[in-house]
Nanobody, 117 residues
Framework: QAQLVESGGGSVHPGGSLSLSCAASGITFSINDMGWFRQAPGKEREWVAT???????NYADSVKGRFTISRDNAKNTIYLQMHSLKPEDTADYYCRRFPSRATQGYWGQGTQVTVSS
């Protein structure tokens, strides 16, 4: 079964760190751009970061300088390292395999991140 599975979510205090992983099974993504999105309660899903198939990264202004996206194609896994977390980072975080000309897109099921004191 093709799927993306996120892990690493949890609860932290403001200023803390978390590292999320997204492992692909049944699919590969070496030719795809990959990304992280998040959805806070009562809000629209928003883009957080993207890493291209060539390793070029882009970040939303709200997380720039605090979050780092990376990928390991050999392990079929992408990561999101999050530092200096703020309460407004609280959300469900989803990984995304963007579609390419030859492959369809996929969403993971999400992992919850809560930042509170």
């Amino acid at each position: 079964q093709a799927q993306l599975v996120e892990s690493g979510g949890g609860s932290v205090h403001p200023g803390g760190s978390l590292s999320l992983s997204c492992a692909a099974s049944g699919i590969t993504f070496s030719i795809n751009d990959m990304g992280w999105f998040r959805q806070a309660p009562g809000k629209e899903r928003e883009w957080v970061a993207t890493i291209s198939r060539l390793g070029i990264t882009n970040y939303a202004d709200s997380v720039k300088g605090r979050f780092t996206i990376s990928r390991d194609n050999a392990k079929n896994t992408i990561y999101l390292q999050m530092h200096s977390l703020k309460p407004e980072d609280t959300a469900d975080y989803y990984c995304r395999r963007f579609p390419s000309r030859a492959t369809q897109g996929y969403w993971g099921q999400g992992t919850q991140v809560t930042v509170s004191s």
